[in-house]
């Protein structure tokens, strides 16, 4: 089946620094692209998503990329704080697929004093 | 303020005993799910409902069962639970249609443990 995953397990990053997590999707036919922070002991929130329309979108301190060519999706957060120490997922919607998302593994962020 | 509530948040149980664990928002969402999220899986669709007496099969529903008779509650329920259902559960709702995705709410999570 189609399925989303994520080249790093775990990415360790100083503060301040800027910090970029990857996604890779199978499924060309997907049409939306969601990224999720998950802190522990919480469930996912939303922190910004991307339509295949578009190959780049800015929120506060963030940005998605997408790279449909190579069916790869990347999460940049600038200047990143302890707060931002979390499992960061992202997730496909299928092209007519109603509302249901496929779910990548995760990334564990860990931010460095 | 806009929720999704889950109950209870941890459970240890034995295989074999039925259990319910509750969900209920407060945003008038047709769209209602459950997810189960495992070690190097990532969340993975049990049962979703798509309004009141709606639902319909996800990803991995074998072993559990659901019911949406009211729009604010989705409960999930495992008959005879076994220790391959021991993951943290959460449910999540929105509005129907194409997913305005900062409007889909995920409840905090059930850890379950069948020993």
């Known amino acids: 089946g189609e399925s989303v995953g994520l080249h790093l397990p775990t990415l360790s990053v100083q503060e301040g620094d800027n910090s970029i997590i990857n996604c890779a999707y199978s499924n060309s036919a997907s049409d939306y692209f969601i990224w999720y922070k998950q802190e522990s002991g919480k469930g996912p929130q939303f922190i910004i998503d991307?339509?295949?329309?578009?190959d780049k979108r800015q929120g506060q301190r963030v940005t998605v990329l997408l790279n449909k060519t190579v069916k790869h999706l990347s999460l940049q957060i600038a200047a990143t704080q302890p707060g931002d120490s979390a499992v960061y997922f992202c997730a496909e919607r299928s092209q007519g697929g109603g509302n249901k998302l496929t779910f990548g593994t995760g990334t564990q962020l860990k931010v460095e004093l | 303020e806009a929720q999704v509530t889950q109950n209870p948040r941890y459970l240890i149980t034995v295989t074999g005993k039925k259990l319910t664990v509750t969900c209920s928002q407060n945003?008038?969402?047709?769209?209602m799910s459950w997810y189960r999220q495992d070690p190097g899986l990532g969340l993975r669709q049990i049962y979703y409902?798509?309004?009141?007496?709606?639902?319909d099969k996800g990803d991995v529903p074998e072993g559990y069962k659901v019911s949406r008779k009211e729009k604010r509650n989705f409960p999930l329920i495992l008959e005879s639970p076994s220790p391959n259902q021991t993951s943290l559960y959460f449910c999540?709702?929105?509005?129907?249609?194409?997913?305005?995705?900062?409007?889909?709410?995920f409840g905090p999570g059930t850890r379950l443990t069948v020993t």
């Open positions: 945003m008038n969402h047709e769209y």
């Open positions: 991307i339509r295949s329309n578009m």
């Open positions: 409902s798509m309004n009141v007496e709606v639902t």
């Open positions: 999540a709702s929105s509005p129907l249609g194409a997913p305005i995705a900062y409007e889909q709410y």
